[in-house]
């Protein structure tokens, strides 16, 4: 399981339309019983009602995608009794949602999920920019953060290494992001056929224990990390 500040459980999946697989989805809670639950590629739009996609006991904060255009979406559900607020940083990175909670210091802690679409036609070529943004912004905040999600970027292994990776120009001015902002990438297997797409990043190196793989959701192709 993903264990972060406070022993915190939480689950990651990339659900590829989420409305359809509801009840499979609330079996997993039920089993796992998580304090948080990130998703990305919900597929949910402004026609869908909270109520449908509401689960007990969860605060849900969620971004759609607007409905002329499919895809994507990020879903973030938190315990209620964390009494999650919603956090909404400057950039202006499309498909992301963040809430932040407290710590058992007392301090702020944030917990945000993003998607980001590798076709331009859905935001324009800028993501890559506003996603750096974002890292930026939350590196520098002083807060402590745990961001989750599919980034979209292909990396063979992590840490990446000369000998086996030849990253895409935009994937390097990202890894490098990172570095100049002291993050940390947690996930070290693949989570899609043979590649590191899904990320979970924070700014202390020991914010996680014990993820592992719990297998693919429904149809999705993207393992769930827990």
């Known amino acids: 399981m993903l264990k972060c500040r406070d ?42 009602l ?54 058992l210091s007392g301090g702020d802690f944030y917990l945000g999920v993003v998607y980001r679409t590798p076709t331009d036609n859905i935001v324009g070529s800028g993501n890559h920019d506003e996603l750096r ?4 912004e939350v590196g520098e905040s002083l807060k402590h953060f745990i961001l989750i999600g599919d980034f979209n970027y292909s990396f063979r292994k992590w840490p990446i290494g000369n000998d086996t990776d030849t990253p895409t120009a935009e994937a390097q001015l990202f890894v490098d992001c990172l570095d100049d902002n002291f993050l940390t990438q947690h996930v070290t297997f693949s989570t899609r056929k043979n590649a590191v797409f899904d990320l979970i990043i924070s700014d202390e190196a020991d914010m996680t224990q014990e ?4 297998g693919l959701f429904e149809n999705s192709d993207h393992i769930a990390l827990c």
């Not at 609330?26 to 089993?31: D, F, G, P, R």
């Not at 943004?133 to 930026?136: A, C, D, S």
């Not at 993820?211 to 719990?214: A, E, N, V």
């Open 7 to 48: 022993n915190l459980c939480c689950l990651y999946l990339n659900a590829r339309s989420f409305i359809g697989k509801f009840d499979h989805f609330e079996s997993w809670i039920c089993s796992i019983n998580p304090y948080v639950i990130a998703i990305t590629e919900s597929w949910t739009n402004q026609n869908i």
């Open 50 to 103: 909270d109520a449908e996609i509401s689960l007990s006991g969860y605060t849900l904060f969620h971004k759609d995608r607007p409905v002329n255009k499919e895809g994507g979406g990020v879903l973030l559900y938190v315990r209620s009794i964390l009494k999650p607020l919603e956090f909404n940083p400057r950039s202006t990175f499309p498909e992301q949602v963040w809430c932040r909670i407290l710590d």
């Open 133 to 136: 943004n974002l890292l930026t």
């Open 211 to 214: 993820l592992s793989d719990i």
